[in-house]
T-cell receptor, first 113, second 116 residues
Framework: QKEVEQNSGPLSVPEGAIASLNCTYS??????FFWYRQYSGKSPELIMS????GDKEDGRFTAQLNKASQYVSLLIRDSQPSDSATYLC?????????????FGKGTLLTVNP | NAGVMQNPRHLVRRRGQEARLRCSPM?????VYWYRQLPEEGLKFMVY????????ESGMPKERFSAEFPKEGPSILRIQQVVRGDSAAYFC??????????????FGQGTRLTVV
């Protein structure tokens, strides 16, 4: 059973701080990893994808992938109240023609003004 | 370029009725995923389909639930004889074939099913 685990949260940070969100996955076959943001009552929105070991930066967001440790993280710099949402980590399992996309349960982030 | 379209956005059914949820993937996308989400909970995988094929239905309840993605037209998630426990948000996501250059999946707005 391939699973994605996220730190349970909730996570609360002050405005302007760095928010750190973590995720581990259980299998070594997954090669693609994603972070989604979901506001309450809305659908998930893709914010980052990462495929190779190391860091990937996009504006205030940095995704980090360590395949040896089966670990993915998302850093949000200069956190804003508008970043308050649930962040979902996802892993894409690629086996033959099966590209199953599995999500963690999400971490609720609150950025306090 | 239209995004993933789901309809209806809200659906109310009485216990025992059938619910049909539709998902039109983004143009050029041939992979469709269906997820269920209960309030304050994560996304639970239900089924993954490619055109005319169910690839992985390991998350689908064995009874009352079925899904299809025909050659033409939207993907359909069908729930027969609905019960109150089926009340949830159902999300569809689509992605292109990996060999087409991407594996990123994009979500529709969801269908909120309420069983009364």
């Amino acid at each position: 059973q391939k699973e994605v685990e996220q730190n349970s949260g909730p996570l609360s940070v002050p405005e302007g701080a760095i928010a750190s969100l973590n995720c581990t996955y259980s299998d070594r076959v997954s090669q693609s990893f994603f972070w989604y943001r979901q506001y309450s009552g809305k659908s998930p929105e893709l914010i980052m994808s990462i495929y190779s070991n190391g860091d990937k930066e996009d504006g205030r967001f940095t995704a980090q992938l360590n395949k040896a440790s089966q670990y993915v993280s998302l850093l949000i710099r200069d956190s804003q109240p508008s970043d308050s949402a649930t962040y979902l980590c996802a892993a894409l399992y690629s086996g033959g023609s099966n590209y199953k996309l599995t999500f963690g349960k999400g971490t609720l982030l609150t950025v306090n003004p | 370029n239209a995004g993933v379209m789901q309809n209806p956005r809200h659906l109310v059914r009485r216990r025992g009725q059938e619910a049909r949820l539709r998902c039109s993937p983004m143009k050029g996308h041939s992979h469709v995923y269906w997820y269920r989400q209960l309030p304050e909970e994560g996304l639970k995988f239900m089924v993954y389909l490619q055109k005319e094929n169910i690839i992985d239905e390991s998350g689908m309840p064995k009874e009352r639930f079925s899904a299809e993605f025909p050659k033409e037209g939207p993907s359909i998630l069908r729930i027969q004889q609905v019960v109150r426990g089926d009340s949830a948000a159902y999300f569809c996501a689509s992605s292109p074939r990996e060999e087409m250059g991407g594996t990123e999946a994009f979500f529709g707005q969801g269908t909120r099913l309420t069983v009364v």
